[in-house]
């Protein structure tokens, strides 16, 4: 049997599939949040402002088994905007299908298609699984990452 592998926007009808899926994501980073975050980061992904975060869902034969989240913005080193892809995930039962792979090019082309310039991310050190597909899809940077917490709610 082929299987169908979709990618299309999040929307509403997606929040049980979706709150899987982001459970998986947090827990996979052994995180957890309020359902209030939960609430409100998934009425950003169905907001219409072109300045909020947007999500996809990837379907493997009609079932939710990925998403993405990703932001365009501003960016002081270029005239159009960059995109930064914030949170990829696949459930671990469809890995191996193409899911990941088509969720980063489906952001690319959304986003080149708005005219940003860029498509970056960031992942784990240990996140060896993804780092080999993010390897062959984009250049590794020597970059490195500080978190100062302002407030947590």
């Given at each position: 049997m082929t299987k169908m592998l979709t990618i299309r926007v999040i929307e509403q009808r997606d929040r049980e599939s979706w709150d899987r899926l982001w459970t998986g994501?947090?827990?996979?980073?052994?995180?957890?949040?309020?359902?209030?975050?939960?609430?409100?980061?998934?009425?950003?992904?169905?907001?219409?402002?072109?300045?909020?975060?947007?999500?996809?869902?990837?379907?493997?034969?009609?079932?939710?088994?990925?998403?993405?989240?990703?932001?365009?913005?501003?960016?002081?080193?270029?005239?159009?905007?960059?995109?930064?892809l914030q949170d990829l995930f696949v459930d671990p039962q469809a890995r191996g299908a193409g899911a990941g792979r088509a969720l980063i090019d489906e952001v690319a082309r959304r986003a080149k298609a708005e005219g940003a310039s860029d498509l970056y991310w960031h992942t784990q050190e240990f996140n060896h699984t993804a780092r080999r597909l993010y390897d062959q899809m984009a250049t590794l940077t020597p970059f490195v990452k500080y978190d100062k917490p302002l407030s947590r709610n």
């Open positions: 994501y947090l827990t996979f980073y052994k995180a957890t949040l309020p359902a209030a975050i939960y609430d409100s980061s998934f009425a950003r992904l169905l907001s219409a402002d072109a300045r909020e975060y947007r999500g996809l869902i990837a379907e493997l034969n009609g079932e939710a088994v990925g998403l993405a989240h990703y932001l365009l913005h501003r960016d002081m080193w270029s005239v159009e905007d960059t995109c930064y």
